[in-house]
């Protein structure tokens, strides 16, 4: 029972650097999402996609770009990596909207950007 | 705007005591959900319980109750019997009814002492 599978867990990236991290789930669930976290300042959205297709930004969209690839996967990709970036990334998924049916996490990669 | 507010970074409690996480927020709409989600080491963000805004009955979930105040915008997590594994970062997260962000607080870590 997998669940939601991110990777990869850790990555340390240069400025100007491109990176696309990789999110799948196996809970046949409709919406998924990105969020960072970054110290004292608890999680913030950054794309959703409410089912297959679809994308929209969240809170914290500038310097991402995202890919709802099929109902499983929803990538995240920094086309320009700046230090600001530096992060916790989780991805998310929920049956429905996040209002109606609870989020599921996965285990979060930690990027650094130098 | 809608805003969360944790105002208790850090919180410790003896193994089997009870403790209190405090939550307020703020929001123009009526309707809306309330989560707590607890962050282990694992990093991995696990729902502990949810609260429908339009429901009096405070949610109850095995050792996790809340206490929902509406007219107040408070909702406080009370965990009875603590135990070693409840030790994580708890954060108290919103979202209106209809949308698609969920607002995270800035979390409070608690520590189970044994």
């Known amino acids: 029972n997998a669940g939601v599978t991110q990777t990869p867990k850790f990555q340390v990236l240069k400025t100007g650097q491109s990176m696309t991290l990789q999110c799948a789930q196996d809970m046949n669930h409709n919406s998924m999402y990105w969020y960072r976290q970054d110290p004292g300042m608890g999680l913030r959205l950054i794309y959703y996609?409410?089912?297959?297709?679809?994308?929209d930004k969240g809170e914290v969209p500038n310097g991402y770009n995202v890919s709802r690839l099929n109902k499983r996967e929803f990538s995240l990709r920094l086309e320009s990596a700046a230090p600001s970036q530096t992060s916790v990334y989780f991805c998310?998924?929920?049956?429905?909207?996040?209002?109606?049916?609870?989020?599921?996490f996965g285990n979060g990669t930690r990027l650094t950007v130098t | 705007a809608q805003t969360v507010t944790q105002s208790q970074p850090e919180m410790s409690v003896q193994e089997a005591e009870t403790v209190t996480l405090s939550c307020t927020y703020d929001?123009?709409?009526?309707?809306?959900?309330l989560f707590w989600y607890k962050q282990p080491p694992s990093r991995q963000m696990i729902l502990v319980i949810r609260q429908e805004a339009y429901k009096q009955q405070n949610a109850t979930e095995n050792r996790f109750s809340v206490n929902f105040q509406k007219a107040a915008k408070s909702f406080s997590l009370k965990i009875s019997d603590s135990q070693l594994g409840d030790t994580a970062m708890y954060f108290c997260a919103f979202i209106p009814w209809g949308a698609n962000n969920l607002f995270f607080g800035t979390g409070t870590r608690l520590t189970v002492i044994p």
């Open positions: 998310a998924s929920s049956q429905l909207s996040s209002y109606n049916s609870p989020l599921h």
């Open positions: 996609s409410a089912s297959e297709g679809t994308t």
């Open positions: 929001t123009s709409e009526n309707n809306y959900y």
